[in-house]
């Protein structure tokens, strides 16, 4: 394809790891994140382009996105946020922030890179980033459910109005050993805790993830758009053994 691949939220697990596989494919990049000393050497360490934004702030997006130029041949937007609380805990704060960030940065970027991504002409892909939550319904998750559940609807949407010449997809992964979830997955007995939880006795590593958004953005996946592809372990429809 002859377009960049525009990776938001580049310094993350599942950024850092699919921009490297993408850079070894070939692929040009740009990327965007926030944190600008460390979106620097890896998009030296890549031959990369960037810009930093905040995906907490939608509007700084359009600016990095609209950076990469034209065409575009593929939009991911690796973002996302962790919210564990019990109900009563959830603060307007913590569900506005969620919203922000999963959905509203999801349309934000999407809605930047339209016309490089149209551009490119048909064979444009644009992946977001779900759940497994969404789908299950896990305790102390309804903030960040609530605004993956709106990226889910985004996906479906947008990929019914931007069909032919767009691909929408979306991941519902489940717990991802990234820097985000450190809290979560560096506590080894937590961690083997919620391992067993799933039919295939593991957590998710970014790669995994990165393996299923380097397939969504390449013509190997050409007939399929509109789908929320469950990444999980086999978590979200698979009851345990024990």
Do not use: C
């Not at 907490?56 to 939009?75: F, K, M, N, Q, V």
Request: charged share 20%; no cysteine; net charge positive.
């Amino acid at each position: 394809m002859r377009g960049k691949v525009v990776i938001v939220g580049g310094t993350g697990g599942i950024g850092v790891a699919l921009a490297r596989r993408l850079a070894a494919a070939g692929r040009p990049l740009h990327l965007v994140a926030r944190e600008a000393g460390r979106l620097s050497a890896l998009a030296s360490e890549l031959g990369a382009s960037f810009a930093t934004a905040d995906a907490a702030d939608p509007a700084s997006l359009r600016p990095a996105i609209e950076a990469a130029g034209s065409p575009l041949s593929g939009l991911v937007y690796a973002v996302g946020t962790i919210t564990l609380k019990p109900l009563p805990r959830v603060a307007v704060e913590d569900a506005e922030r969620d919203f922000r960030v999963n959905a509203l940065g999801a349309l934000a970027a999407v809605q930047a890179a339209l016309p490089a991504l149209r551009a490119q002409g048909p064979g444009a892909s644009v992946v977001l980033f779900s759940t497994v939550a969404v789908q299950r319904g896990f305790p102390l998750h309804a903030s960040i459910a609530m605004a993956k559940g709106g990226v889910e609807g985004l996906t479906r949407s947008l990929a019914a109005e931007l069909a032919p010449e767009i691909r929408v997809n979306a991941i519902a992964p489940s717990l991802t050993r990234t820097p985000l979830a450190a809290g979560l997955t560096e506590n080894p007995r937590m961690a083997e805790t919620i391992a067993r939880q799933h039919p295939l006795r593991r957590l998710g590593e970014p790669e995994d993830a990165a393996a299923l958004a380097a397939f969504l953005l390449s013509a190997d996946s050409g007939w399929i758009t509109g789908q929320v592809i469950a990444l999980d372990g086999g978590r979200g429809t698979i009851e345990t053994k024990g």
